[in-house]
């Protein structure tokens, strides 16, 4: 398969918890990012982390990238039901402009 | 600017029949992506075009699938002799490329039902 594999495959928490999701990959890299998806609709960017970075913040996510491992992890901290949704992760491969998704976390968030 | 805008939002044929969905991306972008997302799975890549020219294709992609983008604006996929594994949501994307600018903008999708 050409996409990369992501776990846990579904979430359950309590709002105001913590979400953290892992996600690997198979080749080289420029940059990893993440995406959200609501049910039946397109995907969001939520964050890019680039190959020569280790770990970036935006609001109440935190991202990580382990290049030795060809990990990543998202964290998302003081969980809300509107974080309910898909996540995926999607690495682009060094040399091209070619993006391979993750298979995806599903997060529900119950209020 | 709207975002990347898709048609049909729908689209129900039978095996056999040729569809022709339309992705219109946002006006600037010259990078444009076509995936194909079945329930419970991440996108998968079919193709992506730079400007007009496609520059890769996915090898997972059939004889019976074509994409355009003629004059590099809005692009089409064409799915030829259609068969029910073809039943997915077909996303579109572009991105203007470069720094900061390298995420993807999705449109909503084009459902296809295939029976």
């Known amino acids: 398969s050409q996409q990369g594999e992501e776990d846990p495959q579904a979430l359950s928490i309590q709002e105001g918890e913590n979400a953290t999701m892992n996600c690997s990959y198979k080749?080289?890299?420029?940059?990893l990012q993440w995406y959200r998806q609501n049910s039946g609709r397109g995907l969001v960017h939520l964050i890019l982390?680039?190959?020569?970075?280790r770990e970036k913040h935006s609001g109440r996510l935190r991202v990580t990238l382990d290049t030795s491992k060809k990990s990543s992890s998202l964290l998302i901290t003081a969980s809300r039901a509107a974080d309910t949704a898909s996540y995926f992760c999607?690495?682009?491969?060094?040399?091209?402009?070619?993006?391979?998704f993750g298979t995806g976390t599903r997060l529900k968030v119950l209020a | 600017d709207t975002g990347v805008s898709q048609n049909p939002r729908h689209k129900i044929t039978k095996r056999g029949q040729n569809v022709t969905f339309r992705c219109d991306p946002i006006?600037?972008?010259?990078?444009l992506y076509w995936y194909r997302q079945t329930l419970g799975q991440g996108p998968e890549f079919l193709t992506y075009?730079?400007?007009?020219?496609?520059?890769?294709k996915s090898r997972l992609l059939s004889d019976r699938f074509s994409a355009e983008r003629p004059k590099g604006s809005f692009s089409t996929l064409e799915i030829q002799r259609t068969e029910q594994g073809d039943s997915a949501m077909y996303l579109c994307?572009?991105?203007?490329?470069?720094?900061?600018?390298?995420?993807?903008?999705f449109g909503s999708g084009t459902q296809l039902s295939v029976l």
């Open positions: 080749t080289s890299i420029n940059n």
């Open positions: 999607a690495s682009v491969t060094s040399g091209t402009y070619k993006y391979i």
């Open positions: 075009f730079q400007n007009e020219a496609q520059l890769e």
């Open positions: 006006s600037e972008h010259n990078r």
């Open positions: 982390i680039r190959s020569n970075e």
């Open positions: 994307a572009s991105s203007l490329g470069g720094g900061t600018n390298e995420k993807l903008l």
